[in-house]
């Protein structure tokens, strides 16, 4: 199965400033997902990042709001621009592994904006 | 809406039970469902597949396309069991525009 690593763990933010969330693989895979946990509440899918294309949004995501890059097949960065108390939520990045459907997740980023 | 339908919040066992947690969903298709857990300060895993049927840690689960469901079982719950439990699809694939459960606090007691 894939290790992924992501950078920050946590961090306190400013209302209104960016925070860019980073996702490394340690296998090369072709989907990588960006996940949202708010507290006390389930998973939601913010948006698809594929190697060479633009990222696929979820309903309610926008990528002014979210924009991400994936430069490589290792590696992709979630920004979370503008920030509002609202945006505090655990971010999480997955990979899928090709084939199998098998999805693993990062260690998430837990984020506050005060 | 294409959902997935965890019904109880929290459940609590006594060690050597049997448990079940509850999995629905709605879905015209057939979706690739897993169960996922997190232990205590631990990440998010994958605990096992809708098509794998092998047991996982003394877990089974079993699409069931007639009552929608893909309930999570083990005959005897042990201490470390105790975890987070969600079910959900994979990714992507036909069973990505399904959400994932709002998942089960599964506690095993002495």
Known sequence: SAVISQKPSRDIC???TSLTIQCQVDSQVTMMFWYRQQPGQSLTLIATANQGSEATYESG???DKFPISRPNLTFSTLTVSNMSPE???IYLC???EDLSYEQYFGPGTRLTVT | AQRVTQP???LSVFKGAPVELKCNYSYSG???LFWYVQYSRQRLQLLLRHISRESIKG????LNKGETSFHLKKPFAQEEDSAMYYCGPGASGSARQLTFGSGTQLTVLP
Request: aromatic residues 10%; proline residues 5%.
């Open chain 1, 94 to 96: 997955s990979v899928e």
């Open chain 2, 30 to 32: 057939s979706p690739e």
């Open chain 1, 87 to 89: 945006d505090s939520s």
């Open chain 2, 8 to 10: 109880e919040k929290l």
């Open chain 1, 61 to 63: 995501f926008v990528i």
């Open chain 2, 59 to 62: 877990f089974t689960a079993d």
């Open chain 1, 14 to 16: 400013q209302r209104g």
